[in-house]
C-alpha cells in the first residue's frame, strides 16, 4: 500500500453526502484533507473534527462555487491555512466535488436554473482549478465529478448533464496542459447514490430505487462508500500510471 502520509487532499463540499464520506475515506487512508462548504460551517466543522479524531490533519474553508470573483480570496485564505495549519505551500490533490442539482424539462428549464449550473458544474472547476494549479504539488492528482448522466439519458436532466459532460472535455484537455508539470487529472463518474443530493431522491423513492437497481448488473444503488474508495485510488500513488481517464461507478447501469 502506498503511504499518503502527509499528502494533503484539498475537496470541495466536503460537508455532507459523497464529499464528506469521500473526505473520511481519504482520512482513513492516511491523507491530511482540507474540504470547503458553502453555508454549512458547522456540519463542516463536525467533518474536521471526525478527520482529526483519525488521527489527521484537517481544515474547513468557505467556498461558493457561484461566485467565481471570490476565488482569489479563497486561494489566499488556502495559503494561510497551508501555512499556519499545515506547515507547507502546497497540495498534492483537489477533487472538484461540490455541486448541486437541478430537475427540470427542457422546455421547462429557466435561464437562471441553465447559468447555475454551468457556473457552478463547468465555469466553477475551470477557473478554480486555474488558480488553485500552481499551488499543487508535481507529481500531483485532479479528480473531477461528472455524472453517469453524462453517459445514459433519464428526462428532466439535461442542463445538469450537459455540464457533466463538459467536465469529462475539460479533465481531457486539463490532462493534456498539466502533463508537464506531472499532475494527473481523471472524472469519476458516479452513477445513482443513495445521498441526500436531490433531495435524496434514490435514497429516499422505493420505486426510483428499485427502477435504478433492477437496470443495473450489480441489482442495487450505489452507496456513498463506492465512490469515496475510488477517489482515495485515484489521489493516490497507486494509480500513477492513469490519466485523461473517465471512470465511471455506477455498478454497471445501462450496459
Known amino acids: 500500500m502506498t503511504n499518503n502520509a502527509n499528502k494533503i487532499v484539498l475537496l470541495t463540499g466536503g460537508s455532507r453526502g459523497l464529499g464528506k464520506e469521500s473526505a ?4 482513513k487512508s492516511g491523507f491530511d484533507v482540507i474540504i470547503t462548504f458553502q453555508n454549512n460551517q458547522a456540519d463542516a466543522e463536525n467533518v474536521v473534527n471526525e478527520i482529526k479524531a483519525l488521527g489527521r490533519k484537517s481544515s474547513s474553508l468557505q467556498l461558493d462555487l457561484g461566485n467565481v470573483a471570490s476565488f ?3 486561494v489566499s485564505a488556502l495559503k494561510d491555512i497551508l501555512d499556519k495549519g499545515f506547515g507547507t505551500t ?3 490533490s483537489l477533487v472538484n466535488n461540490a455541486g448541486t442539482g437541478y430537475y427540470a424539462s427542457i422546455e421547462d428549464t429557466t435561464e437562471a436554473g441553465f447559468d447555475e449550473m454551468a457556473t457552478t458544474h463547468l465555469k466553477a472547476p475551470f477557473f478554480l482549478t486555474q488558480k488553485l494549479l500552481p499551488f499543487i504539488n508535481e507529481g500531483g492528482s485532479i479528480v473531477n465529478t461528472s455524472s453517469g448522466l453524462a453517459r445514459f439519458s433519464y428526462p428532466n436532466y439535461a442542463a445538469y448533464a450537459i455540464m457533466k459532460a ?4 475539460l479533465t481531457r484537455y486539463q490532462a493534456l496542459e498539466f502533463g508537464a508539470k506531472k499532475i494527473r ?4 463518474a458516479p452513477g445513482a447514490i443513495a445521498t441526500d443530493f436531490g433531495g435524496g431522491a434514490v435514497r429516499d423513492n422505493q420505486a426510483l430505487n428499485d427502477m435504478i437497481a433492477g437496470n443495473t448488473a450489480l441489482g442495487r ?3 456513498p462508500d463506492d465512490i469515496g474508495s475510488v477517489i482515495v485510488f485515484l489521489c493516490s500513488e497507486e494509480s500513477k ?5 473517465r471512470i465511471e461507478v455506477s455498478g454497471g447501469i445501462h450496459i
Open 241 to 245: 500510471w492513469i490519466n485523461a481517464q
Open 72 to 74: 482569489d480570496g479563497f
Open 166 to 169: 463538459g467536465i469529462d472535455s
Open 24 to 27: 473520511l475515506q481519504l482520512a
Open 90 to 92: 502546497k497540495i498534492d
Open 185 to 188: 487529472v481523471n472524472s469519476i
Open 221 to 223: 444503488v450505489g452507496l
